[in-house]
């Protein structure tokens, strides 16, 4: 049978799924198996942006280049990214509960790793581990929820556990910020082994394990090599672009390769018995809608964090926990918001609350690209509370969106596609937005410099100051006179503003067609086929 065949037939036959019987007890309650599943996706998605907070320290401490600290965050998206869609499959083969508790161990285990880590190559193997077992325990986390709550529930659940995603993106900063400047950038990653105890403990009393009849029994090699080696060849030409030039032969090279890979791919999954991915889930066009909506959410909100922790830490001269703070009308407005946007969603359906949290997330990015070296708090707040305001929907909804649309034993598949899309999005974002930064600092820094009447800088002395002013940081040293350290600190974050600036249009430019992209989904067609039937 072809995976296109069994994709269809398993739309037309919903009753053919295994639904496990009522829960007894502790094991397979469902509002407590979504207590319990919180804890292990709380650990990961805070750590997706926590880390944000700790990159300066980072930085200074172990002596990294910003390259460096993107691939801080890129290594842990990327391994997100390259392995969700294959943890689901095998969350679908072998039960969600059994990949749930692997990932939270092995997550909790590489984070403690990192923490004890005395280099920068060595913090980025072991993001790059978080990844993988991060990989396992996100899409095992919907399956969980998807066979456990009945389908008049799930919508709520999905909304909460949208919330708990939402709130713990958001608070990563704020947390972040407590450790670092009260402890140290190593307890940002040793918090995570205390929480994953709680979450193994929680997991092996309350989980039940559930499976679909139709279970598949193999894996695609081919295509999970396939799909590892595009991903790597894209975020790769995209980080390098602006160092090598984005018409250079090497650029071009590896965005050629990612395109051939990906095309290769998608080719390699029609002959296949069962694909990594079954193309005709995205016969789906709500489903393919949520998926994209997911990138560009990601894209546009990572990327844009990124650049605010070193604006207001470098430019504004904050420190990690009153950076934190300025954030917290964002991290407010997504814990207040999200749950309302799930009511809403289960209520009117996706498509109007998606639209319009993608508006607004669009005009808080236009109007964060207006920020100065002189902006004041309640600016700030503004902006960072429409941007929470806006993402709250599109975190609850998009998931309702892909995972409802997708057939109940491919539900593994789709937990991994939509944290797939959001881990690319915000590898692309910061890569990208990265890029236009470094591009802008390159172009400007040196007329900049000129305007000032700063002694010149030798082509060595030129690339040293713009790596440091693409964080916001001044290329001073303790010999430089306090008049010039003045003046040159004026010109880094003048060019550093400005590279940011042009960030944030760009990501207000994306919002604005996920948007349109928003205007494509519905609710999931198949939302009720094998939900579970728990006590509630």
């Given amino acids: 049978m072809t995976s296109q065949t069994t994709v269809e037939k398993a739309s037309r036959e919903p009753q053919e799924t295994a639904v496990p019987a009522p829960a007894k007890g502790l094991r397979g309650h469902p509002w407590l198996t979504l207590f319990s599943v919180a804890i292990g996706v709380m650990m990961v998605a805070l750590d997706g942006t926590i880390v944000a907070i700790a990159n300066p320290a980072i930085q200074q401490d ?84 998807r066979a456990t709550f009945p389908a008049e529930k799930l919508n709520m659940a999905i909304g909460i556990w949208g919330m708990v995603i939402g709130a713990s993106t ?39 394990d559930h499976r679909a009849e139709n279970a598949p029994r193999s894996f695609d090699i081919g295509g999970i090599v396939l799909l590892s080696q595009a991903m790597f060849c894209l975020i790769w030409a995209l980080i390098k672009g ?8 090497k650029t071009l090279g590896f965005l050629g390769a990612a395109v051939a890979l990906f095309v290769v791919f998608a080719l390699s999954q029609k002959n296949v018995r069962e694909p990594l991915i079954p193309l005709a889930m995205f016969r789906s066009v709500p489903l393919s809608a949520g998926a994209v909506l997911m990138v560009l959410m990601a894209f546009a909100f990572m990327g844009g964090l990124f650049f605010v922790t070193f604006y207001l830490q470098n430019v504004h001269g904050l420190s990690p926990v009153d950076s934190g703070l300025h954030l917290l009308p964002l991290t407010g407005m997504m814990i207040v918001a999200s749950p309302l946007a799930g009511a809403m969603i289960t209520k009117f359906g996706p498509r109007v609350p998606l639209v319009g949290g993608m508006v607004c997330t669009a005009v808080a990015m236009f109007g964060m690209s207006q920020l100065t070296i002189g902006t004041g708090t309640l600016t700030m707040s503004i902006w960072f509370g429409l941007l929470g305001l806006g993402l709250a929907p599109v975190m609850v909804g998009a998931t309702e969106v892909i995972v409802g649309n997708a057939p109940m034993e491919l539900s593994g598949v789709a937990g991994g596609l939509q944290q797939a899309a959001m881990q690319v999005g915000g ?49 001073v040293d303790g010999n430089t006179p306090p008049e010039v350290a003045a003046s040159i600190a004026g010109v880094a974050h003048d060019t550093f503003v400005s590279g940011m600036s042009t960030a944030f249009m760009v990501a207000g430019i994306v919002a604005v067609v996920a948007a349109l992209v928003a205007t494509l989904t519905k609710r999931g067609a198949n939302a009720e086929a094998g939900a579970g039937a728990g006590h509630i």
């Avoid at 998206?77 to 969350?91: H, Q, R």
């Avoid at 920068?120 to 790059?128: D, H, K, S, T």
Wanted: charged share 10%; aromatic share 8%; proline share 4%.
């Fill in 427 to 475: 590898s692309l974002g910061t890569a990208v937005l990265g890029a236009v930064m470094a591009s802008q600092v390159d172009s400007k820094l040196a007329d900049n410099w000129a305007a000032a009447k700063l002694p010149p800088l030798t082509p060595e002395q030129l690339d040293a100051a713009s790596s440091a002013v693409e964080v916001g940081v001044p290329p």
């Fill in 62 to 145: 172990l002596g990294a280049s910003l390259a460096d600290v993107q691939w801080i965050t890129n290594g842990y998206m990327l391994a997100l990214a390259v392995s969700l869609i294959t943890a689901g499959k095998l969350g679908d083969r072998f039960g969600h509960r059994q990949t749930f508790l692997i990932g939270v161990v092995g997550f909790a285990a590489a984070s403690g790793a990192i923490g004890l880590s005395g280099s920068v190559a060595l913090v980025i193997v072991f993001r790059v581990l978080q990844g993988l077992f991060g990989a396992l325990l996100m899409p095992a986390a919907l399956g969980l929820l």
């Fill in 170 to 208: 958001a608070g990563g900063p704020i947390l972040g910020g407590v450790l670092v400047e009260h402890v140290s950038w190593q307890s940002v990653f040793f918090i995570n082994v205390p929480v994953g105890v709680i979450a193994l403990l929680l997991g092996l009393v309350i989980l039940r």
């Fill in 242 to 249: 602006a160092e090598w030039g984005w018409g250079d032969y």
